[in-house]
């Protein structure tokens, strides 16, 4: 069972920068997983951010974050990360990070395993 827990969220303002990080709680080995960063703000759907495959060498992205995010892992330290630059009070949501088996999926329902999420506020 893959148990992944986030952090680095918080409070910040337009244009500052933040690096969300997601770690697995259970022993598990994310390197046989991609890894993808979804979104959701109140009163809205989950949103996809951006995924990464297992081996980091293939990369997806939303419109509204390309350019400014960058997602990563490192598979020696079990961790997967989002940079977010330049952010916007748009970018206020929860930040999810979920687990998939599959290559490089970008629906939700393809997500197996989902930490508890994040909460990340952009201030104008």
């Known amino acids: 069972q893959v148990q992944l827990v986030e952090s680095g969220g918080g409070l910040v303002q337009a244009g500052d920068s933040l690096r969300l990080s997601c770690a697995e709680a259970?022993?598990?080995?994310?390197?046989?997983?991609?890894m993808v960063w979804f979104r959701q703000a109140p009163g809205k759907e989950r949103e996809f951010v951006a995924a990464i495959t297992w081996s980091g060498g293939n990369t997806a992205y939303a419109d509204s974050v390309k350019g400014r995010f960058i997602i990563s892992r490192d598979n020696a330290k079990n961790k997967v990360y989002l940079q977010m630059n330049s952010l916007k009070p748009e970018d206020t949501a929860v930040y999810y990070c979920?687990?998939?088996?599959?290559?490089?999926?970008?629906?939700?329902?393809?997500?197996?395993?989902w930490g508890q999420g994040t909460q990340v506020t952009v201030s104008s």
């Open positions: 259970s022993a598990s080995i994310l390197s046989s997983y991609a």
């Open positions: 979920a687990a998939s088996r599959r290559f490089l999926p970008t629906g939700a329902s393809e997500y197996d395993y």
